[in-house]
Each structure stands twice: as structure tokens, then as C-alpha cells.
């Protein structure tokens, strides 16, 4: 029976815990409690079953031989009889206490005790023999130690008293009744049982407590030292967890132990028992070091994630544990390595700003002078070389026609075939606005101005294309030789910027000297005395009398005179030219038209209806708020396109400009005469003549001194007053000196002279005096 329940509680093992090849051995410890798992609970209860289901076993055993002996000697007594059926009694309780031990050890242990109590007193009291009675007395004996095994010392302690007089009985009966049945002498029997009563009841119960104490006090400082190791791991692992930065624990060879969850964070949809355990090599590689497998020892190393080659982390070696480990701190730098990334790119953009031009890429200023003065430095042997500035002409011209985004396509494949054409060891350029400045090594040959020159001519481009249009480009050139005499980069261009100044349409490339230099200074200060002049109002119009055929002063040309305090004049041919370069022009020709309109405002009450020319060199009318006012005078002041005639010069490149002819179209609709002044000297086509709305042509003053005995500018003249006359345009001769010029000119069908032979340019109150006297006096002359 008891096997056929072991065979069923090893099935139900077997099938619990899903491991068909149990072995025996392992069955009886599980039946006994006394498998490793149990064992290492630590639990009393467990402690107790295992001792209750021993002592149950043993008591069975001991039963079921017991009963065993009874039936094979059954005889058919009352007494046999009884005898095995009391013992078939016993095996089924015992059977029962040890299957309820497990659940209700409680109340086994308790009925265990019971049951060995009523059969200690029963075996005493009912047995007839005195081994019965022994057996019933060593039975009660044991009581004690049983009642110690599952409950208090004090509890045991009870019992063995209780067994006092267990002893006293068994002495009794001893004593009185049972003195045959042991032979040897009654006072060592009492020993015997005496030493039995106190080994069972107090000795064995009195060791066990003790064991038991000790047990149960290392139990306890076990289980103390277990709650305060785990509090402290506890908050151990809550610093961990809470560092506030990602952090990672791993052994010396990269193995990672433990991380917290920032730490995990970084690894997205990873879990944490996937990288515990593996290498971090397996998760993170070096930027920097690739090949050092052991990167992350150094105190800071900058890694990439190997599942995202996106994410950077900064991997800082924090510390190194007593026990070879490592704590890694890692910090997430993606965003941080972003904005590195970025700014690095924006101090390249702003290195590349601060030296180079931004359209063209050609270094800019500084740039360009330290490479210059880099090489002049570097050369140690005899070095000459040229710089030159280029200047594209005309420019802002080119601005206003085309647009900036034009114009600037324009400089861009300026720059670009220049280069091309340039050598390799030129260093280039651009300076600011339309300048482009060169540095070459030059020979000897070069240092020929001419074949310089021819040079510098076969690298510029005469053609640009924009679009479709293909544009003419002309320059001004300025150039300054080194030659080794200590000169720096700076200076250089400062001479070849001197040299531009002094190019002409004619001449575009000019070399800078000496002379140019103290011309330059002295420019410089007649600019500065011409701004003053402006300013305060001291250039003043004069007036030129313009006579027809009959001697009468059909008109007046206004010229511009500039006196300087010590009573010498600056020719306006000078003045004019610098006023335009320094930008002065408009303020200058406004200041000038408001002195003749204030003369003109005078004639036209006095009924006068002389009209009186006005030059404009063209960067007048380019002008909008000289236009405009010039156009406001107008409309105050209806008469005013009858009395002011405007003269303009095509010399003036300007004069090609869209813009100078739809203002100029517009001057004529408003009904002011225009004159083309100083014809056949500039660069007018015949085209542009048509353009231009003129009415009148002015012969200038070069084609008629010559005359009358010059043939060739007689012929230049008399076609000149075809042309005019089969356009339709009066004509005037300027600089007429003599008597014969005047009567030559006006025999070929000249309309209108002027010279000094009819009178010299003189201050407006000549002609205004006197009531125009003078004006009056000069119809005589002819
Ligand atoms: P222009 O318009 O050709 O002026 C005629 C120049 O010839 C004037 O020189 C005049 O004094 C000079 N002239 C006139 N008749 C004779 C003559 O019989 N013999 C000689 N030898 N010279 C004669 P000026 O006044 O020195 O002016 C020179 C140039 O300056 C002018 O040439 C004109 O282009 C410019 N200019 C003068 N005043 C103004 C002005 O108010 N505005 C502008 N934009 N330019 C002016
Ligand atoms: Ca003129
Ligand atoms: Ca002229």
C-alpha cells in the first residue's frame, strides 16, 4: 500500500513537473521535502514536514512489520487477532496522517503526538506483559522530544515532566510485578531505566532544543542579512536606475552586466535581457578608433550605434569598480554632433565668405593681397611682376539695362574666361564692385609696355554673351610693375588704382609713374576744393552769344565757370570730368540750371525771347532726381522748353544708354530743343543719331579752325551740314575765330556760329546790364 502511494505520488511528480526520467532517489528527497529547492527556502514549515513525514515513515514501518508478524502468525485467537487488526488500524491512521502532512501538518503533528501518547498509556495500562509495558513507557518517553521537534522548548519541557510520573509507574511496576521477567538485579535495572527517562525526556529534547535554537538563530541573522543585503541592493539599484544618465555596467573584457533604463532607451525596441550578456562591441563601435576593440576604457570615446548609423553617443569611462568592472556613462550626442556638423559648415561658409568672392570664387581683397605678398616674399632670385586692375566700363549701366541678375552673369563669365586665359601662375582676384585685379610674373620682353599691353589685351574677353544678346565690353585698365623693391601687395594695386584713374576711352591702359602719383595727389585736392564750389554755390554760368546770318544773337550757349580765390580759372573740361567722377555732377548742374532759369524767369517778363543752351554731359539725365526736377521746372513753367535748349555731348558714352534716349524722347515731346554737340568727334553712330530726337547739330570746333584752307575738314564740314540738313536739323559751327570762317560757313548753309569772332563766354550780368546793352551792342557786329 505504501508503495502503490509512492508510485502514485511519483506519477503525479513525474507528470507535475513534466520530467518522465525522475529518479528514484530524487523522489524520496521530494517526498521527504528534502530537495534542493526546499532546502534552500529556508522555511520551518518545510523543516516540520520533512521531520513529520520521517517520523510518520518510520512509525509505519515499524506498524506495518508489526501487523505483518501478527497475520502470518494468526492462529485463530482472540487475542492474535485483535492484535492484527489494531495494527491494520494503526497503518491506516498513520497512512492518513502522512497523507494530510503536506496540507495540514499543523494537525498531523498533533494527532502524531496524540496517537503516540494513547498508545503509551493503552500499551501501559492494557498490556499484560511487561514488554508491553516497556514498550508503552519508551513510547510516552518519546513524547517529549516529538512535542520539542514541531512545537516550544517550554511545550516539550511540559511533556517530560508529565513523564515523572510515566518513570514512577514503570518503576512501580517494576519493582512490584515484573521482577521475573528481568534477571540481572532490580537496582541496574533502575539505573537502566532511569538513564533511558532522562536520555528521552530530558537529554534528547534538551540537544534537539538546542540544535534547533541554533538553527533557528542563524536562520534569523540569515534572513536579517538577506532583508539588508536586498535593501541595499535595492538602493543600489535605484541609483543605478536614477543616475539621471544612461549608464552601464560591464567586466573587463566589454560583456555588459547590467544597464539602467535611460541606458536601454537608447537602444530602441531592444530589450534589456538581449544586451546583458553579450559584448558591447556587438551594440556600439568607435568613430575615431575603429580598430582599438577596447575603445570604450578610454575616459571619453565617441561611438555610433550599429544598428543606427544615425545615432552618435559619447561613451565616458566613469569609473573602474573594485572588482574590474567598468561603469559607462553614455550620453546620446546626435543631436549635439548635428549641430556641430552645421556649425562647422557654417564657419567654411564664412571662411569662404571672408576670403572669397561670392559670385565669382575668386579670392577677394585681403585674400588676394596676402597671396601676392605671400609670393613676392617667397621669391628669393630677381622677381618682376605686373598687377593690374581691370575695371569693367560702363557697368552700372549695364546694371540698369539688363538687371542685376544680368549683369552679375556678366562678371561671372568675365571672371571665367579670364582665368582660362590667364597662366597658372597669375594670381587673380576680384576687389570690390566690377574690379578685378591680376598679379603675373613678367620677363624681360614684358616689361615692354606695348607687349604688356598686347598681353593684357589677348586675356580680356571684347565679347560677353548674356542670353542672346552678345554686349560689347570695354575696359580701363590700370597697371603698376614690382620689381623687387620692397613694394607690398597693397601699394601695388594702390599705384595700379592711380594708373585707372588716368585711362582714357582712347588709351584704356595706362601705367602708373611717378608723375601720375603727385597728378593724383593733386586731383585729389581739386576735388576737395570742387565739393566746397558745389556746396556753396561758387561755379557760376556764363554766356556764349550764338549769332544767325542777319548778325542777330539768336541764342546764348551757357558755360560753367569755376574761379578759384586767387582769381585763376579751372577749365570746365577739367571740372566737368572730376564733378562726374566724384558724383557731384547732378548737384552741380542743378545749381546751374536754377541760376539760368532765374535769368530766363527775368527775360520771359521782359518779353525777351532769347532761348540759351544748356549742357548736359549725360550723367545728368541718367539721373532721377535731376530729371525729375528738371521736369517739375518744366511743368511750373510752360514757356521753359522754348527758352532752354540742351546740348548734349556724344562724346559721353552714356549717350548710348536706353535710358538717356526715352528721356530725352520724353524732353522733346515737352518741346525742348536738342542739340548733338561737338558731332564727329565721338562715337555716335548714325543710327543713334536717328534715336535721338535732336533738331540741331553742332560742328565742332576742331573741324572748323582748320578752315578755310583745309580741304579735308571742308569736306567733313560740308557733309556734315548735308547730313543735318537731309535730317532735317539746323546746324551750329562753334569756335568760329574769324571773319572768313564765318562768312565760309554760312555761304555752306550753316545756320547758326559761334565764336569768339561774335563774342566770348562772359558772366550773365555782361549781357543783362545796361538793359542787355551789350546783348544789343553785339547784333551790330556782323
Ligand atoms: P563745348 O560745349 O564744346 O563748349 C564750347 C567750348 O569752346 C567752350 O569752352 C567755349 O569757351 C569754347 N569756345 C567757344 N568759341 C570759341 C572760339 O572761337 N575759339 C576757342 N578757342 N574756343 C571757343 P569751355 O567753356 O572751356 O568749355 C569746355 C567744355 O566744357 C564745353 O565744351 C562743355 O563740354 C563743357 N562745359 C562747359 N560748361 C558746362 C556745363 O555747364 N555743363 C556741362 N555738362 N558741360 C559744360
Ligand atoms: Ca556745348
Ligand atoms: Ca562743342
Given at each position: 500500500?505504501?508503495?502503490?502511494?509512492?508510485?502514485?505520488?511519483?506519477?503525479?511528480?513525474?507528470?507535475?513537473?513534466?520530467?518522465?526520467?525522475?529518479?528514484?532517489?530524487?523522489?524520496?528527497?521530494?517526498?521527504?521535502?528534502?530537495?534542493?529547492?526546499?532546502?534552500?527556502?529556508?522555511?520551518?514549515?518545510?523543516?516540520?514536514?520533512?521531520?513529520?513525514?520521517?517520523?510518520?515513515?518510520?512509525?509505519?514501518?515499524?506498524?506495518?512489520?508489526?501487523?505483518?508478524?501478527?497475520?502470518?502468525?494468526?492462529?485463530?485467537?482472540?487475542?492474535?487477532?485483535?492484535?492484527?487488526?489494531?495494527?491494520?488500524?494503526?497503518?491506516?491512521?498513520?497512512?492518513?496522517?502522512?497523507?494530510?502532512?503536506?496540507?495540514?501538518?499543523?494537525?498531523?503533528?498533533?494527532?502524531?503526538?496524540?496517537?503516540?501518547?494513547?498508545?503509551?498509556?493503552?500499551?501501559?495500562?492494557?498490556?499484560?506483559?511487561?514488554?508491553?509495558?516497556?514498550?508503552?513507557?519508551?513510547?510516552?518517553?518519546?513524547?517529549?522530544?516529538?512535542?520539542?521537534?514541531?512545537?516550544?522548548?517550554?511545550?516539550?519541557?511540559?511533556?517530560?515532566?508529565?513523564?515523572?510520573?510515566?518513570?514512577?509507574?514503570?518503576?512501580?511496576?517494576?519493582?512490584?510485578?515484573?521482577?521475573?521477567?528481568?534477571?540481572?538485579?532490580?537496582?541496574?535495572?533502575?539505573?537502566?531505566?532511569?538513564?533511558?527517562?532522562?536520555?528521552?525526556?530530558?537529554?534528547?529534547?534538551?540537544?534537539?532544543?538546542?540544535?534547533?535554537?541554533?538553527?533557528?538563530?542563524?536562520?534569523?541573522?540569515?534572513?536579517?542579512?538577506?532583508?539588508?543585503?536586498?535593501?541595499?541592493?535595492?538602493?543600489?539599484?535605484?541609483?543605478?536606475?536614477?543616475?539621471?544618465?544612461?549608464?552601464?555596467?560591464?567586466?573587463?573584457?566589454?560583456?555588459?552586466?547590467?544597464?539602467?533604463?535611460?541606458?536601454?532607451?537608447?537602444?530602441?525596441?531592444?530589450?534589456?535581457?538581449?544586451?546583458?550578456?553579450?559584448?558591447?562591441?556587438?551594440?556600439?563601435?568607435?568613430?575615431?578608433?575603429?580598430?582599438?576593440?577596447?575603445?570604450?576604457?578610454?575616459?571619453?570615446?565617441?561611438?555610433?550605434?550599429?544598428?543606427?548609423?544615425?545615432?552618435?553617443?559619447?561613451?565616458?569611462?566613469?569609473?573602474?569598480?573594485?572588482?574590474?568592472?567598468?561603469?559607462?556613462?553614455?550620453?546620446?550626442?546626435?543631436?549635439?554632433?548635428?549641430?556641430?556638423?552645421?556649425?562647422?559648415?557654417?564657419?567654411?561658409?564664412?571662411?569662404?565668405?571672408?576670403?572669397?568672392?561670392?559670385?565669382?570664387?575668386?579670392?577677394?581683397?585681403?585674400?588676394?593681397?596676402?597671396?601676392?605678398?605671400?609670393?613676392?616674399?617667397?621669391?628669393?632670385?630677381?622677381?618682376?611682376?605686373?598687377?593690374?586692375?581691370?575695371?569693367?566700363?560702363?557697368?552700372?549701366?549695364?546694371?540698369?539695362?539688363?538687371?542685376?541678375?544680368?549683369?552679375?552673369?556678366?562678371?561671372?563669365?568675365?571672371?571665367?574666361?579670364?582665368?582660362?586665359?590667364?597662366?597658372?601662375?597669375?594670381?587673380?582676384?576680384?576687389?570690390?564692385?566690377?574690379?578685378?585685379?591680376?598679379?603675373?610674373?613678367?620677363?624681360?620682353?614684358?616689361?615692354?609696355?606695348?607687349?604688356?599691353?598686347?598681353?593684357?589685351?589677348?586675356?580680356?574677353?571684347?565679347?560677353?554673351?548674356?542670353?542672346?544678346?552678345?554686349?560689347?565690353?570695354?575696359?580701363?585698365?590700370?597697371?603698376?610693375?614690382?620689381?623687387?623693391?620692397?613694394?607690398?601687395?597693397?601699394?601695388?594695386?594702390?599705384?595700379?588704382?592711380?594708373?585707372?584713374?588716368?585711362?582714357?576711352?582712347?588709351?584704356?591702359?595706362?601705367?602708373?609713374?611717378?608723375?601720375?602719383?603727385?597728378?593724383?595727389?593733386?586731383?585729389?585736392?581739386?576735388?576737395?576744393?570742387?565739393?566746397?564750389?558745389?556746396?556753396?554755390?561758387?561755379?557760376?554760368?556764363?554766356?556764349?552769344?550764338?549769332?544767325?546770318?542777319?548778325?542777330?544773337?539768336?541764342?546764348?550757349?551757357?558755360?560753367?565757370?569755376?574761379?578759384?580765390?586767387?582769381?585763376?580759372?579751372?577749365?570746365?573740361?577739367?571740372?566737368?570730368?572730376?564733378?562726374?567722377?566724384?558724383?557731384?555732377?547732378?548737384?552741380?548742374?542743378?545749381?546751374?540750371?536754377?541760376?539760368?532759369?532765374?535769368?530766363?524767369?527775368?527775360?520771359?517778363?521782359?518779353?525777351?525771347?532769347?532761348?540759351?543752351?544748356?549742357?548736359?554731359?549725360?550723367?545728368?539725365?541718367?539721373?532721377?532726381?535731376?530729371?525729375?526736377?528738371?521736369?517739375?521746372?518744366?511743368?511750373?513753367?510752360?514757356?521753359?522748353?522754348?527758352?532752354?535748349?540742351?546740348?548734349?555731348?556724344?562724346?559721353?558714352?552714356?549717350?548710348?544708354?536706353?535710358?538717356?534716349?526715352?528721356?530725352?524722347?520724353?524732353?522733346?515731346?515737352?518741346?525742348?530743343?536738342?542739340?548733338?554737340?561737338?558731332?564727329?568727334?565721338?562715337?555716335?553712330?548714325?543710327?543713334?543719331?536717328?534715336?535721338?530726337?535732336?533738331?540741331?547739330?553742332?560742328?565742332?570746333?576742331?573741324?572748323?579752325?582748320?578752315?578755310?584752307?583745309?580741304?579735308?575738314?571742308?569736306?567733313?564740314?560740308?557733309?556734315?551740314?548735308?547730313?543735318?540738313?537731309?535730317?532735317?536739323?539746323?546746324?551750329?559751327?562753334?569756335?568760329?575765330?574769324?571773319?572768313?570762317?564765318?562768312?565760309?560757313?554760312?555761304?555752306?548753309g550753316c545756320d547758326t556760329l559761334q565764336g569768339y569772332y561774335f563774342g566770348k563766354p562772359s558772366p550773365i550780368s555782361d549781357w543783362t546790364k545796361n538793359n542787355h546793352e551789350k546783348?544789343?551792342?553785339?547784333?551790330?557786329?556782323?
Amino acid at each position: 500500500m505504501l508503495f502503490g502511494w509512492l508510485a502514485h505520488f511519483v506519477h503525479r511528480s513525474s507528470l507535475k513537473s513534466d520530467c518522465s526520467d525522475l529518479m528514484f532517489l530524487d523522489v524520496l528527497k521530494q517526498f521527504f521535502v528534502m530537495g534542493d529547492a526546499e532546502h534552500e527556502s529556508g522555511s520551518s514549515e518545510n523543516f516540520r514536514i520533512s521531520t513529520l513525514r520521517i517520523l510518520l515513515v518510520a512509525c509505519l514501518l515499524v506498524v506495518s512489520s508489526f501487523t505483518i508478524h501478527s497475520l502470518v502468525r494468526l492462529d485463530g485467537s482472540d487475542d492474535e487477532f485483535s492484535l492484527a487488526s489494531l495494527g491494520l488500524i494503526y497503518i491506516a491512521l498513520i497512512a492518513f496522517l502522512l497523507f494530510s502532512s503536506r496540507r495540514y501538518h499543523h494537525f498531523s503533528a498533533m494527532a502524531l503526538i496524540g496517537l503516540l501518547a494513547i498508545t503509551g498509556i493503552s500499551f501501559i495500562t492494557l498490556s499484560a506483559s511487561p514488554i508491553g509495558i516497556e514498550f508503552g513507557v519508551i513510547t510516552l518517553y518519546f513524547v517529549p522530544l516529538v512535542v520539542r521537534l514541531f512545537y516550544s522548548f517550554k511545550a516539550s519541557l511540559l511533556f517530560s515532566f508529565a513523564n515523572c510520573l510515566t518513570f514512577a509507574v514503570d518503576m512501580y511496576i517494576n519493582n512490584g510485578q515484573v521482577r521475573a521477567f528481568v534477571e540481572s538485579d532490580g537496582v541496574s535495572m533502575m539505573y537502566l531505566q532511569a538513564m533511558i527517562f532522562i536520555l528521552l525526556n530530558f537529554a534528547l529534547p534538551l540537544a534537539v532544543s538546542r540544535v534547533i535554537l541554533t538553527l533557528q538563530t542563524t536562520i534569523f541573522r540569515l534572513k536579517e542579512l538577506a532583508n539588508s543585503l536586498n535593501h541595499h541592493s535595492d538602493l543600489y539599484e535605484e541609483i543605478f536606475e536614477h543616475t539621471g544618465t544612461p549608464t552601464l555596467l560591464c567586466d573587463k573584457r566589454g560583456i555588459v552586466l547590467k544597464l539602467n533604463q535611460k541606458a536601454l532607451d537608447l537602444f530602441p525596441g531592444v530589450l534589456a535581457a538581449s544586451i546583458e550578456g553579450t559584448k558591447i562591441n556587438d551594440w556600439i563601435a568607435s568613430t575615431s578608433d575603429s580598430s582599438n576593440r577596447f575603445f570604450w576604457q578610454k575616459n571619453v570615446s565617441e561611438c555610433v550605434l550599429k544598428a543606427n548609423t544615425k545615432s552618435f553617443l559619447e561613451v565616458h569611462r566613469s569609473s573602474l569598480t573594485t572588482h574590474g568592472h567598468y561603469v559607462l556613462h553614455l550620453q546620446d550626442v546626435t543631436h549635439l554632433r548635428a549641430l556641430t556638423e552645421k556649425l562647422e559648415n557654417t564657419q567654411q561658409t564664412n571662411s569662404r565668405l571672408a576670403h572669397f568672392d561670392s559670385l565669382t570664387r575668386l579670392p577677394n581683397h585681403q585674400n588676394f593681397c596676402n597671396q601676392v605678398n605671400h609670393r613676392i616674399r617667397n621669391v628669393s632670385d630677381y622677381y618682376t611682376g605686373a598687377m593690374f586692375i581691370i575695371r569693367i566700363s560702363q557697368f552700372k549701366l549695364l546694371n540698369k539695362q539688363y538687371g542685376r541678375e544680368q549683369a552679375n552673369r556678366v562678371i561671372l563669365n568675365f571672371s571665367r574666361t579670364l582665368q582660362a586665359r590667364l597662366s597658372d601662375k597669375t594670381i587673380s582676384g576680384r576687389l570690390r564692385g566690377v574690379k578685378f585685379a591680376c598679379f603675373m610674373p613678367v620677363g624681360q620682353t614684358y616689361l615692354i609696355q606695348r607687349n604688356l599691353r598686347t598681353l593684357i589685351k589677348s586675356v580680356l574677353p571684347d565679347q560677353i554673351r548674356i542670353g542672346d544678346d552678345i554686349l560689347n565690353i570695354d575696359y580701363q585698365i590700370g597697371v603698376s610693375y614690382y620689381q623687387n623693391e620692397g613694394e607690398t601687395s597693397e601699394e601695388l594695386l594702390e599705384r595700379c588704382e592711380m594708373a585707372l584713374e588716368y585711362s582714357t576711352s582712347a588709351e584704356r591702359i595706362a601705367f602708373f609713374d611717378q608723375q601720375l602719383e603727385a597728378k593724383l595727389i593733386q586731383e585729389h585736392k581739386l576735388g576737395l576744393a570742387l565739393a566746397d564750389a558745389v556746396k556753396n554755390k561758387k561755379i557760376e554760368m556764363w554766356l556764349q552769344p550764338q549769332v544767325i546770318s542777319s548778325g542777330e544773337i539768336r541764342s546764348f550757349e551757357a558755360l560753367a565757370r569755376w574761379r578759384l580765390d586767387d582769381g585763376s580759372f579751372i577749365s570746365p573740361i577739367i571740372f566737368i570730368k572730376l564733378a562726374e567722377e566724384l558724383g557731384l555732377l547732378p548737384k552741380l548742374a542743378e545749381n546751374l540750371l536754377r541760376q539760368l532759369i532765374s535769368v530766363l524767369e527775368a527775360w520771359h517778363e521782359e518779353s525777351i525771347k532769347t532761348p540759351i543752351a544748356f549742357n548736359l554731359a549725360g550723367q545728368e539725365l541718367m539721373n532721377d532726381v535731376f530729371f525729375a526736377l528738371l521736369m517739375s521746372l518744366t511743368s511750373e513753367r510752360p514757356w521753359l522748353s522754348d527758352m532752354l535748349e540742351l546740348e548734349i555731348t556724344e562724346t559721353s558714352p552714356v549717350m548710348t544708354h536706353p535710358l538717356i534716349h526715352k528721356r530725352l524722347r520724353a524732353l522733346s515731346q515737352y518741346g525742348f530743343s536738342i542739340a548733338i554737340d561737338d558731332f564727329g568727334t565721338g562715337q555716335a553712330s548714325l543710327g543713334q543719331l536717328i534715336d535721338i530726337p535732336a533738331n540741331i547739330l553742332k560742328i565742332d570746333r576742331r573741324f572748323v579752325s582748320p578752315l578755310p584752307d583745309d580741304r579735308r575738314h571742308l569736306d567733313i564740314v560740308k557733309s556734315t551740314i548735308q547730313l543735318a540738313k537731309s535730317l532735317n536739323m539746323s546746324v551750329i559751327a562753334e569756335g568760329i575765330e574769324t571773319r572768313e570762317q564765318a562768312n565760309l560757313l554760312m555761304s555752306l548753309g550753316c545756320d547758326t556760329l559761334q565764336g569768339y569772332y561774335f563774342g566770348k563766354p562772359s558772366p550773365i550780368s555782361d549781357w543783362t546790364k545796361n538793359n542787355h546793352e551789350k546783348a544789343k551792342q553785339l547784333r551790330m557786329v556782323y
